[in-house]
């Protein structure tokens, strides 16, 4: 059973995971883009919004595996946590089925953290040191950090508020 302290620092947790606090969500950054923007790679950036998504999910699914059993498949970096190549076109149904997947996997972590039987602080049997406390904070700042990078290429393609 957690106790209150605990259950307060989960709940933390998941608000820095879901809304951040110091900045826009991950659904705020995409709310209504253009589709036909989703590929585009502004002048002088190495990355499209839909690069930036898919490398999100590719990423936050890794540790949520990870997190979840030491049964997962590992992934290599950087190669497997980018998308292969340059989409020209991202249909809709496959922007969504990506946005579910972030969505699904965020959910799935959100279990992790609840869960009675696991204990945020302790180290995972797999690994080197690494537990569900500290999975959480590579989450929340990875995808803040990329979050950020949609928003500024949302802003050279003057796509944003």
């Known amino acids: 059973m957690k106790t209150d302290q605990e259950k307060k620092l989960v709940s933390e947790l998941i608000v820095l995971i879901e809304k951040g606090n110091a900045h826009v969500t991950f659904d705020e950054a995409i709310a209504e883009l253009p589709a036909n923007q989703r590929t585009v790679v502004p002048e002088n950036l ?13 990423s936050q699914k890794d540790i949520v595996d990870f997190s979840a059993s030491d049964r997962f498949e590992a992934l290599v970096w950087p190669d497997d946590y ?62 803040s950090y990329h979050t950020a990078e949609i928003v500024v290429v949302r802003r050279l393609l003057k796509s944003w508020r």
């Open 82 to 143: 980018w998308p292969k190549k340059v989409a020209d076109h991202v249909s809709d149904e496959t922007w969504e089925t990506s946005l579910e997947q972030i969505r699904d996997d965020r959910n799935r972590f959100f279990d992790l953290l609840r869960d009675d039987k696991n204990d945020i602080f302790k180290a995972f049997q797999w690994g080197d040191g690494q537990s569900l406390l500290r999975e959480a904070l590579l989450i929340a700042d990875h995808n």
């Open 46 to 58: 190495p990355y499209s919004i839909w690069q930036l998504v898919e490398h999100l999910r590719i």
